[in-house]
């Protein structure tokens, strides 16, 4: 007889495959779903696991209801996850659902019931839940299963609430608040009192007592509603859209806006976002209850944003001032980017203030003329043709106006010195820093500037008598020190050559009279050391030699130092043999980051930069150690100091190996420039039209984030080979017609051919297909600057031009590409 086949196994395998797709249910988001097949399961086996799955997919799908507005249907899923002596899955979920169905006594009920049964975190935010509900309830709070603690917390609460609303003294406040537990959950009323109670004196305090309350917390809307009374200006304006009806009212009544004022700054802010236009319109068509003065002062501020409606605004309000009428068109001017307009209106500005004459009129003419320093230095076409004549800085130019209307401002003159020392201009940074140093005898800064233009133009006792001047002012003053240092070792090493090493030795010694005890001077020792050498010919200095490097460090960069010293005081190479063994270690070993900074900064001297020829042996024998450092991961301020100190030597080489070794990393703009640089050699001559295109692009971007280091820099290694008058003559035009039709065009491109920059088609086409119609322009539009005809064009003209042979490029493409399409 058969025997009949058991049914188990097919029902646990039944099992398994309902359990997998309820699991693939419940991780796929299908909470529905995944509810009914668990509901199937626990049937069949109520296991604990499938509950508490089934508890999941009902949370799930109570957060999907309540996402949709659903919220009474929400709260009824989540009451099916409730267990005997448990509590809801998700209750701040479910009170919320409550809430938003005006339950307000069942949802604190509901939370006062779910503190005990919550992790920590979640039973702070109940408890917060369950005082706002309870603050808001009309009734005193009963006493609840939270204890008897909570119902003396919620009177002290409601007790200082409506002491605060009667208005009652600050001490009767202070007294109420303090016996609301601050850790309570009634702790953030406590705060939120207590800011609003602050007097307006001390806002910082006020304004950290409400910084200390959650942005999670139940109180975090009444928080909200108190920040923005304590605001002021523009931050309450952005404040002001974000809060509710409610809570706009509130801040209105607390600090006592009229009637409608909520409304009318609704209005406002509305038509605001809409755009300075809509906001004009708003402000001078429609009746307001506000002043006539503020109105028109609102208007006059947007008119920079919408300078078409000046004339509306002249018409309600009467004619503008020369004043105010030049400032909104130069702001306009700057806000379109018209760079050559600036300077014009802005002069509008400058002779209205000249006119009044007053003290004031002229403090107030300073002020634009930093502007415009600020503006030329980052815009190139901010440039007056009649205050600043072509062959000079436009920055300096401005700066020196502002300093000639207000003196006596210092930021002004400090930024002046510094304007000529980077420009190179040194008969005027000693000019000027001899006169600012009468104005400000005491400023270190400025005495500062004043040694380093004496010692520039070689006036060795000016830079004296400065440098005592400043070490009366800041005896610890170590640059200025270091500075006269250096300029007597650079006498000494003029006397070295020529073979007085007397007059050498006794530079040096009054150079030590400038060292500090705590800071001694390597090259000084070492330099002291060498003039013994020097002096002695037959008296073997090999200790003396390895003393003064050991006073120095005795590190690679000490010897390093030795040679260059050497090299630059014309000491025999043979005089050095006893100490080679040394140096060919210094030269072996591998270089860390201290190490290179610091040889960087010997080598970054202004006299070794200059005497890049004399020391040309050393830097051969040095190069490899500094090629290595190199692998060293540098940031971008120290890679630019050593790039700059590379370029000034003329290392491109190393240089090459630097650049290489950021780019290896990650993408860098300066480490690309000097990339660029260390290829080219940097003569700008060498450019290809792909690199001379990335570095256009590298101009405009540096000029957009604001590096206005890059954007000199890329400038002036772009346009070095252009005259001065030829780059004027791109910003002022000339003389000729301001456009020109296709056949003078024609001509004239005959005309020129001889006399332009030869690109060939295909060169330009490439530039084209890469980087665009535009940036192929700017490149062309550059060379033509730099050749003779661009003194004689208009910066337009010069646009046509470079748009014509772009174009004509492209045409003869297109055409030889017709019949290979006809094949």
Known sequence: MRKLASHRPVFAQTLVA?????????????????????????????????????????????????????????????????????????????????????????????????????????????????????????????????????????????????????????????????????????????????????????????????????????????????????????????????????????????????????????????????????????????????????????????????????????????????????????????????????????????????????????????????????????????????????????????????????????PATIQLLERYRTEGDLQNWQGAAQSAAERFPTNAAVLAQAVDAAVARNAYKQAVGFARRVLQVDPINQPVRQRMIELQMAYARRQMRSGRADLAGRALDEAAEWERTDRPSAALRIGRALVRVAAEPGVDRTEMLRAAVQEAGDNAVAWFTLMIEASLMGVPEQRLQPVQADLAVAQRSEPDRTTILALVSVLGQKEIRDARKKIAPVLRQIRHFLSRGSRITWTTAEFQTIAEMLTDLREFAVLLDYARGVLNRNYDQVAHFYQVIARTGGNNNRLSPIDEARLHGLLEDSATRQNFSLFNRVQRFLFERQSAKAKRNMRRGSAMPDTIDDDDMAELLESIAEQMPKRPAKEMRSLVNEFGRDIAIDVLAAEIAGSPMGEILSQEQVWQLSGAIIANAMQSDSQRAQPARRR
């Open 18 to 410: 309902l359990a997998d797709q309820a699991s693939a249910s419940l991780h796929q988001r299908r909470f529905k779903e995944a509810a009914e097949l668990y509901k199937q399961l626990i049937r069949q086996d109520p296991r604990p696991e499938w509950n508490e799955r089934l508890a999941d997919a009902y949370a799930g799908r109570a957060r999907d209801l309540a996402a949709k507005g659903m919220y009474k249907e929400a709260a009824i899923v989540l009451e099916n996850t409730a267990a005997p002596g448990r509590t809801v899955r998700e209750p701040l979920l479910y009170i919320s659902c409550l809430i938003h169905q005006g339950q307000f006594e069942r949802a604190r009920r509901a939370a006062l019931q779910s503190i005990p049964r919550v992790p920590a975190a979640d039973a702070t935010r109940l408890g917060e839940c369950a005082a706002v509900l309870a603050l808001a309830a009309a009734t005193p709070e009963p006493t609840s299963a939270a204890g008897e603690n909570w119902t003396e917390q919620c009177n002290a609460a409601r007790a200082a609430l409506l002491a605060w609303v009667k208005g009652s003294a600050s001490e009767e406040l202070d007294c109420l608040l303090g016996r609301i537990p601050l850790r309570s959950s009634f702790g953030p009323l406590r705060l939120i009192l207590k800011s609003l109670i602050t007097p307006s004196s001390n806002a910082e305090k006020a304004r950290a007592l409400l910084a200390m309350i959650s942005a999670d917390s139940a109180f975090a809307g009444p928080c909200a509603a108190a920040e923005t009374v304590l605001a002021d200006g523009r931050d309450l304006l952005d404040r002001w859209p974000q809060l509710r009806p409610m809570q706009q009212q509130f801040v209105g009544e607390i600090r006592g806006l009229r009637q409608g004022s909520a409304a009318l700054l609704n209005q406002l802010l509305d038509a605001e976002r809409r755009g300075p236009s809509s906001l004009f319109n708003v402000l001078i068509r429609r009746p307001l209850s506000l002043p006539e003065p503020e109105i028109r002062a609102a208007c006059l501020n947007l008119l920079p944003a919408v300078p078409d409606r000046l004339h509306e605004f002249q018409k309600r309000f009467g004619p503008l001032s020369a004043l105010d009428y030049g400032r909104i068109l130069a702001l306009a001017a700057e806000a379109n980017d018209d760079w050559e307009a600036v300077p014009r209106h802005w002069r509008l500005v400058i002779e209205a203030l000249e006119r009044e004459g007053t003290p004031d009129a002229r403090l107030r003419q300073a002020v634009v003329y930093r502007h415009l320093a600020r503006l030329a230095q980052r815009h190139p076409d901010v440039w007056d043709d009649e205050r600043i004549p072509v062959q000079e800085d436009p920055v300096a130019a401005y700066l020196e106006y502002s300093v000639g209307a207000d003196p006596e401002f210092l």
